[in-house]
């Protein structure tokens, strides 16, 4: 359960359906992207760490009910956790708009590295940044279907 | 460490890459999808488990080094784990193949169920299924960056 | 210049950008899709012609402009063209909403067939449809770079 | 028909297919993208011409028959066509190789132009270039199914 309620409403496109006639595994973490991209801009804003500047080094989702391609957007709640020195997960949880209906889709984690791309090295956030994330924060995630 | 040293190569796309100029994180696991295609059709066949009848539940994925398109394909090595009644995974290392180099730039783990779609519900794996995956199974992933 | 202006804003995704860090010319016909998908529906309803039911044929688009992600949609006005007993051209241009700017990224058209996919045959539009489709027409496309 | 037989083999992916279960009509471009950057390092090398430095200003396409999804590949023959001082066309056909059958599945050409990302404009060919071109060289398409 986060305890923010930051989302994003990403919507789907046609394409994500695969030969099964649902949007593929895949495009989930698609889907999950462009409402991290949106969420880090948001969260972050463009001083002190920008977009290039975080690189992905695991992601965890696990899939609980089908979804099939509809004009409606899916609603996409994340928030950050796990928050170190030098990066921290974001979690996410993938539902229907409430005016859409109640489905909860997936959910996920990401691990965030911040990275400076001139040592390639991983980098320290600012104190700043970390107090930002501590507000949004939330609990990890329970995975339902994690086998260990 | 596979006990099982079954792979396939995959051929990259130039498209794979976003703006940083590396395979995006995303299509890593597009590239193994298609690894597992093939996989699963090699090992179970089209007689008792029709690709249609395998849902995927979770993925697990670490990144280990950025990897550029080239023309050459990436190898996949891939072996069952944690097989049981009604499912498996599928454990994953993706590398250069040794005329390419010796990169090892991701591991990963897939969650599948064996699934009846005319009932809606999970279905048990015959037993000359699972003596297959038995024979080609290997250990499951050591991920390193898994936070808990 | 599209005599309706029926128009259809689609959201871009941070991977459209390919590695030149513009939106590959590839998705820029992937945009246009969700736009005739939203379009057809809305078009043609669900009686007489479903969207199974139509077949592309033929696509010709030309760039002029290159298009860098944002959050804000593209707009993409969109008319039928060159109707016939059996199916339509649709027609695109994607440009700015207005409360972005004034670009005008590509103009496009698409060959689409209506399709009887028990006969494997093309199939004839029904009186109704062609009136609707009419009601709506406008010009085909002057492509700026058409070589012949 | 091509006076030169050069080709490239382009590796289907499943995901290629979209939910009507045939190779989706904006894969076929994507599968194009590939043979082209293929042709393009073959044809003209990494000096004089860097990849970087072709712009796509059009692409027409037009589909003759359905794809599906199969392991073996799709050969896809290519050659200049309309060169000029600043760019060139390439025309495709989409094919079977010969050991998998005898489908031709799309014909298409792009239009490309040599540019110059520090000026921001079109550059000239240099005469070695435009040389090795026209000795590759064949016929423009003749598309079926283009309107006017």
Known sequence: MPVSQYAVDVALRW???DA?????????????EDARVAA????????????????VNRHEIEYLAPLVFRPAPVRIRL???AITATGF????EM?????VGTGLYA????GLVAFDFD????RRLSADVRDRLRDLSGETVRFRWRRR
Chains 1, 2, 3, 4 share one sequence.
């Open 95 to 99: 539902v229907d708009p409430p005016e």
């Open 40 to 55: 880090l801009a948001d969260w972050l804003g463009n001083h002190d760490m920008l977009d290039s500047g975080i690189v």
């Open 107 to 110: 959910r996920a984690e990401s």
């Open 79 to 81: 928030w950050p956790t």
């Open 20 to 32: 099964y006639g649902h949007v593929n595994n895949v495009q989930f973490l698609r889907l999950l």
């Open 89 to 92: 997960d974001v979690a996410y």
């Open 119 to 122: 040592t390639g090295r991983p």
């Open 15 to 17: 394409s994500d359906m």
